[in-house]
Nanobody
Framework: QVQLVESGGGSVQAGGSLRLSCTYS???????VGWVRQAPGDEREGIAS???????DYANSVKGRFTISRGGDKRILFLQMNNLTPEDTGKYYC?????????????????WGQGTQVTVSS
């Protein structure tokens, strides 16, 4: 059973930073994990992903501003978000792909956390 729990969301002004965390369990060395966000009225958007071996991928909308990384035991996932804009507002989900590469396609993920809200004000 794969379980994921996010934390670290909140409210921040434009230009500010936040760091999201996700603790997860139940995966093996073939997995990838990532962050997916959903703004009100929009579809889910994959924004960052990382494989067990550390290969990363980012959506163009966050490239250069967001950084995905893992903790030393590889069961903690982080998303460092800098230079936030109001367009980054949404619910952020940590998700796991049981087998495969890093992906921006949210349909590739098999398990999801409950999500954490990020609100950026102008």
């Amino acid at each position: 059973q794969v379980q994921l729990v996010e934390s670290g969301g909140g409210s921040v002004q434009a230009g500010g930073s936040l760091r999201l965390s996700c603790t997860y369990s139940g995966t093996d060395s073939r997995h990838a994990v990532g962050w997916v966000r959903q703004a009100p009225g929009d579809e889910r958007e994959g924004i960052a992903s990382i494989t067990y071996k550390g290969s990363t991928d980012y959506a163009n909308s966050v490239k250069g501003r967001f950084t995905i990384s893992r903790g030393g035991d590889k069961r903690i996932l982080f998303l460092q978000m800098n230079n936030l804009t109001p367009e980054d507002t949404g619910k952020y989900y940590c998700a796991a792909r049981y087998v495969g590469q890093a992906t921006m396609n949210h349909l590739d993920y098999n398990s999801w956390g409950q999500g954490t809200q990020v609100t950026v004000s102008s």
